[in-house]
């Protein structure tokens, strides 16, 4: 799912590789160029990943949507610590892997695409056909939250994955320490603006009632808007993140496909160059995610039913 709105605030953030790079040469004469090279990598590393941090934003906005008021900035700060600990396992972890069994990296990503697909599926189906259906609260804390929590950590330790392992790509060939510098501050400046944000829109509606109390008449119009246009947002991010799990999911997949993505380019009236490929591509991502992820939930229901059968 292309993030082109995002493409301006992620070269923002990633300027900061460049004041990193200044200060560096402050401190250490001599080296500035490898560490302009450095500021070099890291923002084409933060923009190769910007279509996956769109998914990302949209994924983390709509899981923490119908938790309670008082409770929206815990759920997004639980999130966001486990999205660190996702990240503290993934940097290392790939680093490894990248290293000493690089073919493992797509099998990997494949598996997370499908999980991700599954993932989607299941949300379809509840809205569908288990909407309404509620589950008894657990010492004290609402078993929707507990939900949330689990299930937004998981669903960024893919696409943290995802992040990584694109950055990884962009600086495979540099050395070593080059690798852990700019993918350890790609994955702080990603947890931070993600969440960031994340927490800024799920509070919307406080930010609205602010205004709605100021004198001005302009803050009272303003206040007004949010808080008319806040409930049909978070609806919309719901929307648009389960498309995401599919879009996301759907492209991993068929890229880990040998020959795959160079036979549907094949296909396509621009081979691949234009607006139209460019929607026919995301259309393919998600049914590709939508059917992966079906067939998945069916496979699961049917082993499930077996299992009580016995």
Do not use: C
Request: without cysteine; proline residues 4%; glycine residues 10%.
């Amino acid at each position: 799912m292309a993030a082109g709105s995002l493409l301006a605030l992620l070269d923002d953030i990633a300027t900061v590789l460049d004041d990193v790079a200044l200060m560096s040469k402050t401190a250490i004469k001599g080296s500035a160029a490898t560490f302009d090279d450095v500021a070099v990598l890291g923002k084409t590393a933060m923009k190769k990943t910007s279509g996956v941090l769109g998914d990302d934003l949209a994924l983390n906005a709509q899981q923490v949507t119908g938790v309670n008021p008082d409770r929206e900035l815990p759920v997004v700060w639980a999130v966001a610590k486990g999205s660190l600990l996702n990240k503290v396992i993934l940097v290392p972890a790939a680093l490894l892997i990248s290293y000493f069994i690089p073919w493992l990296i797509l099998p990997l990503l494949m598996l997370g695409g499908a999980f991700l697909s599954f993932e989607g599926a299941e949300k379809v189906i509840h809205t569908f056909f288990h909407k309404g259906e509620t589950k008894p609260a657990k010492q004290g804390v609402p078993i929707d939250e507990r939900a949330k929590i689990s299930g937004a950590i998981r669903t960024d330790f893919i696409l943290s994955a995802e992040i990584i392992v694109i950055a990884l790509g962009v600086v495979s060939s540099e050395p070593i320490l080059t690798q852990v510098i700019i993918l350890s501050v790609i994955a702080l400046l990603i947890t931070i603006f993600v969440y960031g944000l994340v927490a800024g829109i799920v509070k919307l509606d406080d930010l609205g009632l602010y205004l709605l109390r100021q004198q001005s008449n302009m803050a009272k119009t303003i206040g007004r808007g949010i808080l008319w246009l806040a409930p049909y947002l978070m609806k919309l991010l719901s929307i648009v993140g389960t498309i995401a799990m599919f879009l996301v999911g759907g492209s991993i997949i068929l890229h880990g496909i040998p020959g795959a993505e160079h036979w549907f380019e094949s296909i396509l009236p621009g081979h691949g160059a234009g607006l139209l490929d460019a929607v026919l591509t995301l259309i393919a991502h998600f049914v590709v995610g939508l059917v992966v992820g079906l067939v998945i939930v069916a496979v699961m229901s049917l082993f499930h039913k077996k299992e009580q059968e016995a």
